[in-house]
């Protein structure tokens, strides 16, 4: 079945500095490529997310990009901000599928 | 339009107790789903329905069950509750189709079996 890897574990970053977390998949029927953040206590929200139809997307200060050929895609916040600190999940769900397979989380700390 | 919504929001067992989670959703969702999440391991399928009266094992079944006998109500039972089951619980649902696949998690079940 699918496995969803994602690192960094954790991560610390300066506030306004650039944070990137990956992730690398490995069913290669995978197609959708969702982004939660979730917050001490809280539900896991989705911020943004990609199609295996485009290389890129951007949100603000949040992007993603994929590259279907190495089989991995990436999460880039730029000008980090406190509130930015949370557990970041990557998923994947494959053509026709009913169901997501999560990466373990990073812990993501901008620090004032 | 609540979303999506979980009872209890926290609850304490002893080994052997059963218990039984409900999740709700007002959003007309085809597709509910049961996650567990525990430190550093993500989350977790445990079971999944794509539609009334439908289930279907995910990544972690064993010692759950579910049912899907209302569309917008999926329920997640414990028969004989062990500590290993203790974990933050979360409900899931999304819209059926390719272009709807945002999933909408509900606030968590903290359960802590003793």
């Known amino acids: 079945g699918e496995n969803v890897e994602q690192h960094p574990s954790t991560l610390s970053v300066q506030e306004g500095d650039s944070a990137v977390i990956k992730c690398t998949y490995s069913?290669?029927?995978?197609?959708?490529f969702p982004w939660y953040k979730q917050e001490l206590g809280k539900r896991p929200q989705l911020i943004i997310d990609?199609?295996?139809?485009?290389g890129e997307k951007k949100d603000q200060r949040i992007a993603v990009t994929l590259n279907k050929t190495a089989k991995h895609f990436s999460l880039h916040i730029t000008e980090t901000q406190p509130e930015d600190s949370a557990v970041y999940f990557c998923?994947?769900?494959?053509?026709?599928?009913?169901?997501?397979?999560f990466g373990p989380g990073t812990r993501l700390s901008v620090l004032p | 339009n609540a979303g999506v919504t979980q009872t209890p929001k926290f609850r304490v067992l002893k080994t052997g107790q059963s218990m039984t989670l409900l999740c709700a959703q007002d959003?007309?969702?085809?597709?509910m789903y049961w996650y567990r999440q525990d430190p550093g391991m993500g989350l977790r399928l445990i079971h999944y329905?794509?539609?009334?009266?439908?289930?279907a094992k995910g990544e972690v079944p064993d010692g759950y069950n579910v049912s899907r006998l209302k569309k917008q109500n999926f329920l997640l039972g414990l028969e004989s509750a062990a500590p290993s089951q203790t974990s933050v619980y979360f409900c899931?649902?999304?819209?059926?189709?390719?272009?709807?696949?945002?999933?909408?998690f509900g606030p968590g079940t903290r359960l802590l079996v003793l």
């Open positions: 998923a994947s769900r494959r053509v026709g599928g009913q169901n997501f397979v």
């Open positions: 069913d290669s029927a995978s197609n959708y």
């Open positions: 990609i199609r295996s139809n485009v």
């Open positions: 959003m007309n969702h085809e597709y």
């Open positions: 329905s794509v539609g009334e009266g439908t289930t």
């Open positions: 899931a649902s999304t819209l059926q189709g390719t272009r709807q696949e945002t999933q909408y």
